[in-house]
């Protein structure tokens, strides 16, 4: 079973069963292959392929399936098992492999399944570049029987180097005292993470740490305020100093401050940038094109070069690569590390901030409040639409006396506010970020006035 619409902007995407199930994953194995030896010049047979899988009910069976279509066209698969997705893309970067798939749903609930595709360097594939291609060669019926000589199977337990490498981006001995509440979702933080926290002087509250696909908890999607609900209230109750949530598949982390309040993705980017310049002076900075200007104006201000990108991990590292940028945040989550592969990474992010908070000697809402009295946002607000594209135009032209970019969709900056809307790669929907450097009171107003406008 191979549904196309399963195949995304970023990833491969389903229900299990219905859309995608074993007999598709060999259909996609096989064209992974193909689609990897075209890009690296190679035969099939030649290719090294990393293979994880993250902790939902059919990954296994999923995942041995992707490993035979993989196989059946000559390459060599290299399984690390059931790991976090960045210990795959680790995976893929240390060892010179020729690309990588993670047999994972990412966020979604627990009756989807799904893949992640990198190449060689652990860079994504994307519906423009790679996805679409696996997809129809896939579906197309024209992989015909195995030939030639089947590709060899190896398993390798990354973890430890996963950690040593990541536990590079921190000081270890700076680290202070402090009691944190930890939200695995029952995804893949805990054995992935877990055992740095353990050796660090960390009072550790742990939630939902342990790997289980039926999920008990709650849906193990942190940015759905449903779902964080929890975390929320247990820092309050614990009085914890900082709460950290992950998301299924571990390559994101979410931050809730000592006062029980979520950290926008917008101002962990900046907090982050600036913690890497103090490490590398004159660093480049990339942020989406969604985000608070609290980054640029950040980064700037601790000598370092901001550089507005397209939303997408396949934009972020591609560019960083052709920029040598350090760093690049998405208000989606999102943090890419050059150091660690152009990678994004839902470890190295809480090690920073942990680190940050011990050497400033202070509570998260303490280094949030310059941020969060002088930067007023939306956050991202979907609308439902019959015409998308009528929308946009409309947009520009109602808003043109502004400054316009659409290097993304269509953002307009003013002296005091600023907005972005984007089209949803997948539904009818438009998605608004807005910002003012004024007040709540006039975000709102903005707010209210473009969402009457779209919504009209």
Known sequence: MLDLSTFKAYDIRGLYGEQLDEDGAYLIGRAFARVLAEEEGKRTGELRVGLGRDMRLEAQAMSARYADGLRDEGADVLDVGQVGTEMLYFAVGSRGLDGGLMCTASHNPRSYTGAKLVKRGAIALSGDAGISEVGRIAASGELGEPGGERGSYAEEDVGEAFRAEALTFIDPGSLRQAKVVLDGGNGMAGPMVGPLLDNMPLEQVQTYWTPDGEFPGHEPNPLLEENRRFVVDKVREEAAELGIAWDGDADRCFFIDDTGEFVAGDFLTALLAESILRKEPGAHILYDVRASRA?????????????????????????????????????????????????????????????????????????????????????????????????????????????????????????????NVRPSNTEPLLRLTLESVVSATHMEEKRDQLLGMIRA
Not at 344 to 353: E, H, Q, V, Y
Not at 376 to 382: D, L, T
Not at 405 to 412: A, F, H, I, K
């Open 295 to 419: 980054v640029a104006e950040l980064v700037e201000r601790a000598g370092g070069t901001a550089h507005r990108n397209r939303v997408g991990h396949a934009f972020f590292k591609t560019r960083m690569r052709d920029e040598g940028a350090a760093f690049g945040g998405e208000v989606s989550g999102h943090y890419y590390f050059r150091d660690f592969y152009c990678a994004d990474s839902g470890t190295i992010p809480a090690l920073l901030i942990l680190e940050l908070l011990s050497v400033e000697g202070k509570r998260m809402s303490e280094l949030l409040a310059p941020l969060r009295e002088r930067y007023f946002i939306s956050g991202e607000i979907n609308s439902e639409v019959a015409d998308a594209d009528a929308k946009m135009a409309e947009i520009k032209e109602r808003y043109g006396d502004g400054e316009l970019s659409e290097l993304d969709g269509v953002s307009v900056d003013y002296d005091d506010w600023h907005f």
